[in-house]
């Protein structure tokens, strides 16, 4: 006799619970369930590269955002405060979904875009921020992204100068950083810092 396998109609769980309680669904991400410290306690423990860095820490996600808002700052002196805001949340998402490195985004491509782009607005909304970065702002964030990725690749990740000039463009001289992966107690709490410190010129609005 062929077996016959009873397939499960129960409804698959698509809400993570945080450590504030929240439970944040990922299909309708509510701006009501975005915290703050969630997101700190998130991407301080999420690795970028994968973890495949020097040191005795992982480089995590918090480290790095905190990094690109300061490189915007330098790149342009005169960015509003929700602007900077927006450059440090700018890898929130990640928070829920983890950091996953570019060749496997390449590979799941408009599913995965969907989803964190979804998440990304909540985020945006719950902070007062435009729930769609402006372009311009997109491309200045961009720009210190890659500055800051150059610096993880050649400090921490093992690429060589020339690799990491071919994949994220050489940096301008005076965006020069030098890195050291903090514990992550210290990366959650350089997060917080720096969003007290920009949310303190945003207002109470936020």
Known sequence: ????????????????????????????????DVEIEDIAHGLARVARWNGQTTGEHAFSVAEHSVLVEQIC???????SAKHSLTALLHDAPEY????????????????????????????????GLAPVTPLKLKRLIKKADLICAWHEAVQLAGFSETESNRLFGKPPQETRLKLKPS????????????????????GPAT
């Open 1 to 32: 006799m062929t077996a016959h396998v009873k397939q499960s109609t129960k409804t698959p769980r698509v809400w993570q619970r945080m450590l504030s309680g929240r439970r944040l669904d990922l299909v309708h991400p509510s701006p009501m």
């Open 73 to 79: 700052r330098k790149l342009e002196p005169k960015l």
């Open 96 to 127: 829920v979904i983890g950091d996953m490195i570019s060749p496997f985004k390449a590979l799941l491509g408009d599913s995965y875009k969907s989803i964190e782009g979804r998440l990304q607005e909540a985020i945006h909304i719950r902070f």
């Open 183 to 202: 514990a992550i107690p210290e990366a959650q709490e350089a997060f917080l810092k720096r969003y007290e410190q920009i949310n303190k010129k945003i």
